[in-house]
């Protein structure tokens, strides 16, 4: 069950403590048997040569104890996770009785952590593993997805790939270095001054 259904128990008047949920459904996860180090993933990620954020619908402890088994927690410059969606959705107005919490795929919380990196839609690609949640980012927001464990084409997802480690074939602009992006924009602007 994720936290979108929760939304749906709330709405039939079910109270709902988030936290208690979120003991329950974490604890009894064996971190040590299920994540492992996954060095190609970490390669991937650091020659990326971008910023790189993770909003997810866990709560706080269950994301780092993620990230840090998987030993990726370091290639990202922030976590948005449950408890910020939260605090930001409260902030911002955007949690009230008819909206008690904010979790993907709901469009409010794209466009809160967008605020929080500064960012416009057009200039991000969003990785997941659900179909609705990219089919949101893409639909409601005009963002690049990349749905992460199918293959493609799924609507919604502008990019399907079984695992992210295919990410350098699907997605091989990623991995240009600045440099060469530079020289090629450079060069595409020659021609368009030479072609007037």
Known sequence: MDLHFLLEFQASGYQINYDD?????HAPLDYQSMLHPDVLLREILCSIDLPKYILTNA????ARKCLDRIGIRDCFEAVFDFEWAQSAGKEQGAISPETPLLCKPQPKIYELALKAINCKA????FFDDS???V?????ELGMLTVLVGRDGPVP???????????LPNALPSLFTPKNHQQQEQQHQEEKQQNSH
């Open 59 to 62: 709560d706080t402890a269950h």
């Open 156 to 166: 919604g997802a502008d990019v399907c790939i079984p695992t992210f480690h295919q």
């Open 135 to 139: 089919t949101s980012a893409h639909n």
């Open 131 to 133: 179909v609705r949640n």
């Open 122 to 125: 057009e200039d991000v690609i």
């Open 21 to 25: 949920w979120h003991s329950k459904v």
